[in-house]
């Protein structure tokens, strides 16, 4: 069974930094685009990051571009999201997802796996 879960959600002021994960266990994503979304309340989820199977290309939404790092750790399966200077808009839940085919894209719908999401809240 096939599964993503993240962590290192939480409450941080404005300014702040978190650092999500997402751990995938029941089959290896090492060749596979990976991303993180995010769903605030009231809103539809938004593409966050990606990252390429081998973490050598990155895409970021522009309102994120500068502050988030998405990274990835093939030997241990990981994907992670570096979060800095958070501002109270990035409230939402973090979803990571996994693609079994392709790449480049930012539609959700193109991506196969997704984890529970972990919440993070920035407070003013």
């Known amino acids: 069974q096939v599964r993503l879960v993240e962590s290192g959600g939480g409450l941080v002021q404005a300014g702040g930094s978190l650092r999500l994960s997402c751990a995938a266990s029941g089959r290896t994503f090492s060749g596979h685009q990976m991303g993180w979304f995010r769903q605030a309340p009231g809103k539809e989820r938004e593409f966050v990051a990606s990252?390429?199977?081998?973490?050598?290309?990155?895409d970021y939404a522009d309102s994120v571009k500068g502050r988030f790092t998405i990274s990835r750790d093939n030997a241990k399966n990981t994907v992670f999201l570096q979060m800095n200077s958070l501002k109270p808009d990035d409230t939402a839940v973090y979803s990571c997802a996994a693609r079994i085919t392709g790449w480049g894209s930012r539609n959700k719908i193109d991506y196969d796996y997704w984890g529970q999401g972990t919440q993070v809240t920035v407070s003013s």
């Open positions: 990252i390429s199977g081998s973490g050598g290309s990155t």
